[in-house]
C-alpha cells in the first residue's frame, strides 16, 4: 500500500542521482519514493524544479499547510487517468438541477448518518441524537433546492457539536465552531483535521477520471477543488471526528500540545506529530467490504466514492453513499 509521508519539520528535498532525500540540518534521510502516494509540507521546506521533476515522475502530489497547520495549496502532477467522456458527463450532472440535487443530498445524507452513528455510541449524547434525527426528519422531504440543504446539514452539524461537550475531556469544551480562526483547542483539531480529509480526498480523486472542480453540494468556483469539499462531508465524521474523540479522551492530546496567537489556537509541531500519526492509522485501517469481498482500508473508501461517481455519471449504477455497517 502507497502511504502519506508528513513533513513537519523544516528542510529540503533534494535528488541526488536516483534517491529524493529530505534535509534536515546535517541529516539526510532517503525517502522510499515508489512506496510514496502523496507528501503533506507542513514545515518550511525548500525544494527545486529538480525535485519537482522527480517527483512528478512517479505521480506524488505535494499538499502545503501554512504556520497554523491549514491547507494553502497543492502541487499535482500531469494527470494520466482523463477522460473528456466522464468530464463532461459530470458537468451535465451539475448543469442538470435534479440531478445535482440528487447528489448533494446524498452527500449530506451520508454526513448524517455518520454524525448520528458517532453519538449512538454515547448514552450521554442521547439528547443530542434525538435532536439531529428531529431535525433530519422534519427537513429532508422540504429540500427544494441547494441553499435549504446547506442550512439543513447547517443546524443538524450546529447540534452536533454541541453534544461534543457531553462526552470530551472539559478543557476541550466548545462553545460554538469557530472556522476562522480557531479560539480554542477543539476548534483547532476540527479545522486540521478538516483541512487533512480534504487534501486526502483531493489525492484520491486526482487518481480517477473525475474533475475536482466540477462539484454538487458545495458552488464550484474559483481557487478550491469543490468535489473535494463534497466527497470530504461523508468523512469528516467517520474519520476526522472519531480521531479527534480518540485522541482527547485517551489523554493523549493535553493542552500543551496547543499554542495560541493573536486570538488564533493552532497545535505546535508535537501536537501535529500525534495527531498525524492518529489519523495515518485510521486511513489505513481496514474494513471488510460486503460485496468486493475483500478488506478496504478507510482510504480506499475514500477512492470507492469516486469510483461511484463514475459509475452514476456513466449511467452504469445510480450513486448511493458510503453508510459505514462496521
Same mark, same amino acid.
Given at each position: 500500500?502507497?502511504?502519506?509521508?508528513?513533513?513537519?519539520?523544516?528542510?529540503?528535498?533534494?535528488?541526488?542521482?536516483?534517491?529524493?532525500?529530505?534535509? %534536515?540540518?546535517?541529516?539526510?534521510?532517503?525517502?522510499?519514493?515508489? $512506496?510514496?502516494?502523496?507528501?503533506?509540507?507542513?514545515?518550511?521546506?525548500? #525544494?527545486?524544479?529538480?525535485?519537482?521533476?522527480?517527483?512528478?515522475?512517479?505521480?506524488?502530489?505535494?499538499?502545503?499547510?501554512?504556520?497554523?497547520?491549514?491547507?494553502?495549496?497543492? =502541487?499535482?502532477?500531469?494527470?494520466?487517468?482523463?477522460?473528456?467522456?466522464?468530464?463532461?458527463?459530470?458537468?451535465?450532472?451539475? #448543469?442538470?438541477?435534479?440531478?445535482?440535487?440528487?447528489?448533494?443530498?446524498?452527500?449530506?445524507?451520508?454526513?448524517?448518518?455518520?454524525?448520528?452513528?458517532?453519538?449512538?455510541?454515547?448514552?450521554?449524547?442521547?439528547?443530542?441524537?434525538?435532536?439531529?434525527?428531529?431535525?433530519?426528519?422534519?427537513?429532508?422531504?422540504?429540500?427544494?433546492?441547494?441553499?435549504?440543504?446547506?442550512?439543513?446539514?447547517?443546524?443538524?452539524? $450546529?447540534?452536533?457539536?454541541?453534544?461534543?461537550?457531553? =462526552?470530551?475531556?472539559?478543557?476541550?469544551?466548545?462553545?460554538?465552531?469557530?472556522?476562522?480562526?480557531?479560539?480554542?483547542?477543539?476548534?483547532?483539531? %476540527?479545522?486540521?483535521?478538516?483541512?487533512?480529509?480534504?487534501?486526502?480526498?483531493?489525492?484520491?480523486?486526482?487518481?480517477?477520471?473525475?474533475?475536482?472542480?466540477?462539484?454538487? #453540494?458545495?458552488?464550484?468556483?474559483?481557487?478550491?477543488?469543490?468535489?473535494?469539499?463534497?466527497?470530504?462531508?461523508?468523512?469528516?465524521?467517520?474519520?476526522?471526528?472519531?480521531?479527534? /474523540?480518540? #485522541?482527547? $479522551?485517551?489523554?493523549?492530546?493535553?493542552?500543551?500540545? /496547543?499554542?495560541?496567537?493573536?486570538?488564533?489556537?493552532?497545535?505546535?509541531?508535537?501536537?501535529?506529530?500525534?495527531?498525524?500519526?492518529? /489519523?495515518?492509522?485510521?486511513?489505513?485501517?481496514?474494513?471488510?467490504?460486503?460485496?468486493?469481498?475483500? $478488506?478496504?482500508?478507510?482510504?480506499?473508501?475514500?477512492?470507492?466514492?469516486?469510483?461511484?461517481?463514475?459509475?452514476?455519471? %456513466?449511467?452504469?449504477? %445510480?450513486?448511493?453513499?458510503?453508510?459505514?455497517?462496521?
Amino acid at each position: 500500500m502507497q502511504k502519506s509521508l508528513y513533513l513537519t519539520s523544516n528542510g529540503r528535498l533534494k535528488r541526488h542521482e536516483n534517491t529524493l532525500y529530505f534535509e %534536515i540540518g546535517d541529516e539526510k534521510r532517503a525517502i522510499d519514493i515508489e $512506496n510514496v502516494e502523496q507528501i503533506h509540507i507542513f514545515g518550511e521546506v525548500d #525544494l527545486n524544479t529538480k525535485a519537482l521533476n522527480y517527483i512528478s515522475q512517479y505521480g506524488i502530489i505535494l499538499h502545503f499547510y501554512n504556520y497554523y497547520g491549514f491547507y494553502t495549496g497543492s =502541487f499535482l502532477p500531469r494527470k494520466k487517468n482523463v477522460s473528456g467522456d466522464v468530464v463532461v458527463r459530470q458537468a451535465l450532472h451539475y #448543469l442538470d438541477r435534479e440531478k445535482r440535487l440528487f447528489l448533494a443530498y446524498c452527500f449530506v445524507e451520508s454526513a448524517v448518518y455518520h454524525m448520528m452513528r458517532n453519538l449512538r455510541e454515547r448514552k450521554e449524547a442521547e439528547a443530542f441524537l434525538i435532536a439531529i434525527e428531529d431535525e433530519w426528519e422534519k427537513g429532508r422531504f422540504n429540500i427544494s433546492n441547494i441553499a435549504e440543504l446547506m442550512g439543513l446539514e447547517g443546524r443538524i452539524r $450546529n447540534i452536533y457539536y454541541q453534544s461534543f461537550n457531553q =462526552f470530551l475531556p472539559d478543557d476541550f469544551a466548545m462553545e460554538k465552531r469557530e472556522k476562522r480562526p480557531p479560539t480554542n483547542p477543539i476548534n483547532a483539531l %476540527i479545522s486540521f483535521g478538516n483541512s487533512l480529509i480534504y487534501s486526502h480526498t483531493l489525492s484520491q480523486i486526482y487518481q480517477t477520471q473525475l474533475d475536482p472542480s466540477i462539484s454538487f #453540494l458545495h458552488e464550484p468556483s474559483e481557487k478550491r477543488f469543490s468535489l473535494s469539499l463534497d466527497i470530504s462531508e461523508i468523512f469528516k465524521p467517520l474519520i476526522v471526528d472519531t480521531v479527534i /474523540f480518540k #485522541l482527547l $479522551n485517551n489523554r493523549q492530546l493535553e493542552l500543551e500540545h /496547543f499554542d495560541e496567537d493573536l486570538n488564533y489556537c493552532y497545535l505546535n509541531q508535537e501536537g501535529k506529530k500525534i495527531f498525524l500519526k492518529e /489519523f495515518q492509522n485510521k486511513l489505513e485501517t481496514t474494513v471488510r467490504h460486503r460485496q468486493l469481498n475483500r $478488506n478496504v482500508s478507510y482510504k480506499g473508501f475514500i477512492r470507492l466514492e469516486c469510483y461511484k461517481l463514475i459509475k452514476h455519471f %456513466i449511467g452504469d449504477q %445510480i450513486y448511493s453513499p458510503l453508510r459505514a455497517w462496521w
